[in-house]
């Protein structure tokens, strides 16, 4: 039984998220396919994501929901006082004169359609402590119809995989530099055999000249798994996994429709990083459209606003396979 987990895990990372062989505990936490908006954009959601699907992407971008309208306003206040009235957009007066919303509610849900039958749901709900956020979510992956082999390679009819990770996250502000971090516990089953764990995320967010903002994510600290099952095949230890380390940029000129975006994601068990690029233009203020490449795969999708609504969709290309991943994204704001 030892032999076949391995054997499923290691299947199930290549085929759904093409990782490397090992280490593979818990990898699933790695499916970069929560909110359709940041992965129409490439996957580059590391400084672009500034609503309920930071808690993937990185734990620091919550806190741009809370009551945007307050740093407007510090904003505009501090201009005025420098006599730098010239550089107070019209933007900036737009958001001023919008009433204040002291708290409120997000819920989020995301949900993906991979090719080989495999699927991945995400929900969420978050709200404010003043200017910090406070959020719950869980993301869930599984995959059908996995060919089950003995240590010989004997076909022993089909099997299934499943993982699924909590998280508590939480962002705040430290000076004009926001934080986060996710606490992650983490549940498996492979071929009938269960396995629990944990990891955690931290990331910062900083903006730099109201131009290019940067976030620094390090994904699954800590993470591994044991078992939960008992089976006398099975070595009872914990199983550690590897963390992952993503540095992400967006520019944005003041004033613009357009925000560019890429991140390097190095999965610490690589000798190699990636690069993904994206780019996304608001054509109306309730639309937008985006595009991007994502491990050299075409991403691209739109979303559209209206009410307390906002619903994203995406699409990627999957070179490999040939096929097409889908992910609809829904987030409310009451």
């Given at each position: 039984?030892?032999?076949?987990?391995?054997?499923?895990?290691?299947?199930?990372?290549?085929?759904?998220?093409?990782?490397?062989?090992?280490?593979?505990?818990?990898?699933?936490?790695r499916v970069?396919?929560?909110?359709?908006?940041?992965?129409?954009?490439?996957?580059?959601?590391?400084?672009?994501?500034?609503?309920?699907?930071?808690?993937?992407?990185?734990?620091?971008?919550?806190?741009?929901?809370?009551?945007?309208?307050?740093?407007?306003?510090?904003?505009?206040?501090?201009?005025?006082?420098?006599?730098?009235?010239?550089?107070?957009?019209?933007?900036?007066?737009?958001?001023?004169?919008?009433?204040?919303?002291?708290?409120?509610?997000?819920?989020?849900?995301?949900?993906?359609?991979?090719?080989?039958?495999?699927?991945?749901?995400?929900?969420?709900?978050?709200?404010?402590?003043?200017?910090?956020?406070?959020?719950?979510?869980?993301?869930?992956?599984?995959?059908?119809?996995?060919?089950?082999?003995?240590?010989?390679?004997?076909?022993?009819?089909?099997?299934?995989?499943?993982?699924?990770?909590?998280?508590?996250s939480?962002?705040?502000?430290?000076?004009?530099?926001?934080?986060?971090?996710?606490?992650?516990?983490?549940?498996?089953?492979?071929?009938?055999?269960?396995?629990a764990?944990?990891?955690?995320?931290?990331?910062?967010?900083?903006?730099?000249?109201?131009?290019?903002?940067?976030?620094?994510?390090?994904?699954?600290?800590?993470?591994?798994?044991?078992?939960?099952?008992?089976?006398?095949?099975?070595?009872?230890?914990?199983?550690?996994?590897?963390s992952?380390?993503?540095?992400?940029?967006?520019?944005?000129?003041?004033?613009?429709?357009?925000?560019?975006?890429s991140?390097?994601?190095?999965?610490?068990?690589?000798?190699?990083?990636?690069l993904?690029?994206?780019?996304?233009?608001?054509?109306?203020?309730?639309?937008?459209?985006?595009?991007?490449?994502?491990?050299?795969n075409?991403?691209?999708?739109?979303?559209?606003?209206?009410?307390?609504?906002?619903?994203?969709?995406?699409?990627?290309?999957?070179?490999?396979?040939?096929?097409?991943?889908?992910t609809?994204?829904?987030?409310?704001?009451?």
């Open positions: 039984m030892k032999i076949i987990k391995i054997t499923l895990l290691t299947a199930v990372s290549l085929m759904s998220f093409k990782l490397t062989a090992a280490p593979n505990a818990a990898a699933f936490t970069n396919q929560i909110g359709a908006e940041y992965v129409a954009m490439g996957c580059t959601g590391e400084a672009t994501a500034e609503d309920i699907f930071a808690m993937y992407w990185n734990p620091a971008g919550l806190v741009n929901m809370a009551d945007k309208k307050l740093s407007v306003e510090q904003d505009v206040r501090e201009k005025a006082k420098n006599g730098e009235i010239d550089q107070i957009t019209e933007e900036d007066l737009k958001n001023f004169s919008k009433p204040t919303k002291k708290n409120f509610f997000v819920f989020g849900s995301s949900a993906s359609m991979l090719d080989a039958d495999r699927q991945i749901v995400f929900g969420a709900a978050a709200f404010n402590i003043k200017r910090n956020v406070l959020a719950f979510g869980i993301s869930s992956v599984y995959s059908g119809g996995i060919e089950k082999r003995d240590s010989s390679g004997n076909y022993e009819g089909e099997t299934f995989y499943s993982g699924s990770a909590g998280y508590i939480y962002g705040y502000y430290l000076k004009s530099t926001s934080v986060g971090f996710s606490i992650k516990p983490l549940y498996e089953t492979v071929d009938n055999q269960t396995y764990g944990g990891s955690a995320d931290v990331g910062i967010k900083t903006e730099i000249f109201k131009l290019v903002k940067i976030g620094f994510v390090f994904q699954d600290i800590g993470i591994g798994l044991y078992p939960v099952s008992h089976d006398e095949n099975i070595n009872e230890r914990y199983e550690r996994g590897s992952t380390a993503r540095v992400g940029f967006a520019i944005s000129p003041q004033n613009s429709n357009f925000v560019a975006s991140s390097i994601i190095k999965k610490l068990e690589s000798d190699d990083a990636l993904n690029f994206g780019i996304k233009y608001t054509v109306y203020d309730s639309f937008a459209v985006a595009a991007g490449f994502s491990e050299n075409f991403t691209g999708g739109c979303k559209i606003g209206f009410s307390i609504f906002e619903i994203s969709y995406s699409l990627v290309l999957d070179n490999i396979d040939d096929n097409y991943n889908n609809v994204s829904l987030m409310m704001v009451f």
